[in-house]
């Protein structure tokens, strides 16, 4: 028996596809999920549970800070062999690629994703420690149990002998968090041939089984240096001070007027600088965050900042003497992310939607920032999804997951419809 939820449009091109009438995939998801098939995959999930978690303590004690998940990028592609894929590589930026073939291989693919790194620097303890069903460990939750449940994911289909109507692309990749600023997504999207001609891309991050990312929020980072010709705080007192141009350049920020919807933000986030409380600083700087579901409203608070900036500048120049030099500004950009959006009614978050409800979830839209962010941009469909179970305190060394069995595989089954709804199967 065969299954489609995306429209026949779609399977002949990567075109976004067109809205559904509301009954569509919540009948497709209910025949699907109701196959033997499908419960004979949900069936390996729990079977296989006890290797889920052993694999997700293995993936979490191999450190991958941002820049560093070489170590972890090549175990993984070991575990994705293990978990009987054959044709699988790494890409020159270090993403992991493992393809699952579908019947007509002249489909455009779906990308499932999960980030091979952390927020956490190399030198951070890693060690899982479990108290009963909870384990706790820096980026246990984002991403690490994510990359171990597409490994799940893969075995679950070949247990249960389902054959795709499209190649399933997984992969485990760089550069999610922080300063990678989506390096990888950028790099597999701008470089592999697969990649462009997508039907549709799937991130699994972080737990849980109802929120599903529709909305990507682009963000634009800058570190922002401010520099005078310093001096000795008494001799010198009264010349100019690039630590009262960033003070100006800082409230300036804070004045320009932002909407609500689309929700847009803001941050001076980290200050730096001087030398000593008895000298002029010669250099100071801060950085800054900004922040929107819109690219338009990122540009435009980019643009009034660095006006604003501009004008602290002139106004400190102005106002005290510039006889051994005058203050200056520079923007070192740190960090920009595309801002995207697909639409809720596209047949891929409606899947997912539909999906989650299946399963007793109450299912929502959100907007956040993910890997899924790129290809929104590019007009490629694109969701964000949880990876199943609890867990908490992300970003943070008392990160934790509870991997309670009968919540773990309700959730994974969440996941695992909505691959299928996306993917076909027979």
């Known amino acids: 028996m065969r299954f489609f939820v995306f429209a026949a449009t779609l399977a002949a091109s990567c075109l976004p596809v067109q809205a559904w009438s509301q009954v569509q995939p919540q009948t497709a998801v209910s025949r699907l999920i109701s196959s033997t098939k499908f419960r004979a995959a949900a069936g390996h999930l729990r079977a296989d549970h006890e290797r889920l978690v052993a694999e997700i303590i293995r993936i979490t004690e191999i450190p991958a800070p941002p820049f560093g998940e070489g170590p972890r990028a090549l175990a ?101 968090e922080g300063p990678g600023d989506l390096r990888g997504m950028r790099h597999l999207f701008g470089n592999d041939p697969r990649a462009k001609r997508a039907a549709a891309f799937i991130t699994v991050d972080s737990s849980g089984a109802e929120q599903i990312v529709t909305r990507g929020v682009g963000s634009r980072r800058y570190h922002v240096v401010f520099e005078g010709p310093g001096g000795h705080s008494f001799d010198k007192f009264g010349i100019v001070n690039p630590a009262a141009a960033l003070a100006r350049a800082v409230t300036g920020l804070y004045a320009i007027p932002v909407p609500s919807d689309p929700k847009t933000t803001y941050s001076a986030s980290i200050l730096a600088g001087g030398t000593s409380v008895n000298t002029i600083p010669a250099s100071v700087s801060v950085d ?113 997951i509870d991997v309670e069995i009968g919540e773990s595989v309700r959730g994974m089954s969440v996941g695992l419809a909505t691959i299928l709804g996306v993917a076909g199967s027979r």
């Open 76 to 176: 993984y592609a070991d575990m994705m062999r293990a978990s009987g894929l054959r044709d699988v590589s790494v890409d020159a930026i270090g993403n992991v690629i493992g393809v699952r073939p579908g019947a007509d291989r002249a489909l455009p693919p779906l990308i499932v994703a999960a980030h091979l790194d952390t927020v956490f620097p190399k030198e951070t303890d890693v060690t899982v420690r479990r108290q009963g069903t909870r384990l706790m460990a820096p980026g246990i939750g984002d991403d690490s149990r994510g990359t171990a449940v597409l490994l799940a994911f893969i075995r679950a289909l070949d247990s249960a002998g389902i054959v795709t109507d499209r190649d399933i692309l997984f992969i485990g990749n760089v550069g999610e």
């Open 288 to 400: 800054i965050d900004i922040r929107s579901v819109a690219a338009a409203e990122v540009a435009r608070v980019d643009a009034a900042f660095k006006a604003v900036a501009q004008r602290a500048v002139d106004e400190e120049n102005a106002a005290r003497s510039t006889e051994r030099g005058t203050v200056r500004v520079r923007f070192e950009q740190i960090g920009d992310r595309p801002a995207g959006r697909t639409d809720e009614n596209d047949a891929l978050a409606r899947t997912a939607h539909a999906a989650s409800a299946a399963f007793g979830y109450a299912p929502r839209f959100i907007a956040v920032s993910t890997d899924a962010n790129v290809a929104m941009s590019l007009g490629i469909p694109a969701i964000a999804i949880g990876s199943g179970g609890s867990g908490g305190y992300e970003h943070s060394p008392d990160e934790y």
